[in-house]
């Protein structure tokens, strides 16, 4: 990409967008940031499309979204909070990047999320992200802490990731809305990366990509969840369904990449009951993103049937044991 990163780029104390904002510009500081503070960036309306070099939105401390259109281009981050990124609502696009949302504490609460990124949708890690150490603008190495963590309870998020969907250095807690993920190709990255734990009480998951590092939410979790590895490699797609013993589709999803694994958690997934998982066919009333909750299906080959015993269901082996800390790119 050949990012704008306006020279007299917008660098202040604090920023506000949306009904009417302050900023100071710097027109002696070079940079490649779009939207810079140092303290606080909120946005509360409004309609903004960056096209930047380094970072689109770029806070060393705390960015809120509150409401508004956001249209990304970046060469870098999409939105960087060096402490914690909220949003609350608005609608949010990014259609190119090197990581989506990233801070050390990452909390969604509603709004609606598009990513497509080089590397992770979605990181939490820690650090700041002062200057470059070479490599790709804002490149930097940063250590991780106990404290780093993404907290979901509404909203929609979509992501294509070349790196992790999500990856984050801590935990992660899931209470409503819906995550779909497109993840990576090669086994050294995974659809969903978590530390310290995945628990899950409400919303939906379809989260499809390697099987190197495939994880599901964890045991700790009151929504049940099937982590299907298959043998071999699925073509883009190819939907994957999964129906009761009454030959209802309790769930379903469409991959838009090649993928060999497939997260899928939903409240419709019950404890004690028996499932069959279905690959190819057609199944109606899917979504844009190719999520299908309910819906009518014809066709498709069945390939496995299991008895849902515990939070998480695993079907087929992973490569390697899943889990560990994910990467910070700042």
Not at 12 to 25: D, E, L, M, R
Not at 109 to 134: E, P
Not at 183 to 201: H, I, K, R, V
Request: contains cysteine; negative net charge; aromatic residues 4%.
């Amino acid at each position: 990409m050949t990012g704008g990163g306006s020279a007299n780029s917008i660098n202040a104390g604090s920023n506000q967008f949306g009904g009417g904002y302050t900023a100071s510009t710097q027109t002696d500081a070079v940079s490649a940031k779009a939207i810079k503070a140092q303290t606080e960036i909120v946005i509360n309306g409004g309609s903004i499309s960056i096209d930047s070099a380094d970072d689109a939105i770029h806070s060393d401390c705390a960015v809120v979204i509150e409401s508004g259109n956001i249209n990304i281009d970046s060469g870098d981050d999409a939105v960087h909070a060096d402490d914690t990124l909220t949003v609350k609502n608005g609608a949010i696009s990014i259609k190119q990047c090197y990581e989506g949302l990233e801070s050390m504490k990452l909390t969604i609460a509603g709004g609606i999320i598009d990513i497509t990124a080089d590397d992770d949708g979605l990181n939490a890690a820690g650090g700041n992200d002062s200057s470059s150490l070479g490599g790709r603008p804002g490149q930097n190495s940063f250590s991780s802490s106990s404290e780093q963590y993404l907290k979901i309870s509404g909203g929609r998020i979509s992501i294509d990731a070349g790196g992790d969907g999500i990856d984050i250095n801590g935990s992660v807690t899931m209470t409503a809305g819906t995550l779909t993920v497109n993840g990576p190709l090669s086994d050294g990255n995974g659809a969903l990366d978590y530390d310290t734990g995945f628990q899950m009480t409400g919303g939906t998951i379809a989260a499809a990509g390697s099987a190197g590092m495939a994880m599901a939410p964890d045991t700790t979790s009151s929504i049940c969840s099937v982590l299907i590895n298959f043998d071999s490699a699925l073509a883009a797609g190819t939907t994957v369904r999964i129906q009761d013993e009454n030959g209802k589709t309790v769930i379903a999803f469409t991959p838009v990449k090649q993928f060999q694994s497939l997260a899928l958690s939903c409240s419709a997934l019950k404890n004690g009951q028996t499932y069959t998982v279905y690959t190819g066919g057609t199944v109606s009333g899917a979504d844009a993103q190719g999520l299908c909750l309910g819906g009518t299906a014809s066709g498709g080959t069945e390939t496995e049937t299991f008895t849902v015993e515990s939070a998480v269901t695993t079907i087929g082996k992973s490569s390697i044991n899943p889990g560990g800390p994910g990467g910070w790119h700042p």
